[in-house]
């Protein structure tokens, strides 16, 4: 299976990852821009190939089109979080509709699987780290993604952040898994997810 990556300096554990540790049988490929140099935001797809008319900022750049891909990762944005008010029906539609424009990983793969007919995963982003943590139980994020899922559209997918990286159940990373500004995960917990994604891909 051949796996293509895309999202920010969040990459850059699932590379690592994939160089020194991992023993699996899927290929992945990987495109990182830094969210200095905007991230996701800008990019579009162009002859079935992922395009940014500034190149500045690319690393690993997509070297095939897209067709060639059996499936596809983005990493590094925020999670949506549900609407604090009581929307209706429409004004939820309306939201739903805005966020696949504003969210580069959710208008992206939702042009991919479009295009392609292929799975595309979101990987939530990793949980803070440190005392300051904000901290939920782990339970909230399985509802929060079993919400994200009940309405994206056909083969667009959340998988939900591993439990065995979480602390103590809660929605905070083990200190183990994280790099030391707290914000990164570092190549174990990319070697974890790169695991994951292999059982849910079938890779």
């Avoid at 590379?15 to 800008?42: C, M, P, T, V």
């Avoid at 596809?72 to 939820?92: D, E, H, I, Q, R």
Wanted: glycine share 8%; aromatic share 10%.
């Amino acid at each position: 299976m051949k796996i293509l990556v895309l999202g920010n300096s969040h990459v850059a554990s699932l590379r690592l990852a994939y160089r020194d540790k991992y023993q699996g049988n899927s290929h992945y490929e990987f495109i990182a821009r830094g969210q200095g140099a905007g991230g996701l935001k800008g990019v579009e797809i162009r002859d079935g190939k992922p395009f940014h008319r500034e190149q500045d900022g690319f690393q690993s750049w997509c070297p095939d089109l897209l067709s060639a891909y059996d499936a596809f990762v983005f990493t590094g944005n925020w999670t949506p979080m549900p609407p604090k008010l009581t929307y209706s029906s429409a004004l939820l539609d309306i939201w739903k509709a805005e966020l696949f424009t504003s969210h580069d990983s959710l208008r992206l793969s939702r042009e991919v699987a479009r295009q392609t007919r292929k799975t595309c995963l979101i990987l939530p982003r990793p949980f803070a780290g440190g005392q300051s943590a904000k901290s939920e139980s782990y339970a909230t994020h399985e509802a929060h993604i079993k919400w994200l899922n009940s309405w994206l559209e056909d083969g667009v997918t959340y998988p939900k952040i591993p439990k065995e990286t979480v602390l103590d159940g809660k929605t905070q990373t083990k200190p183990e898994y994280l790099e030391e500004d707290g914000t990164h995960i570092n190549e174990l917990f990319g070697a974890i997810w790169l695991r994951e994604l292999d059982k849910i891909l079938g890779g």
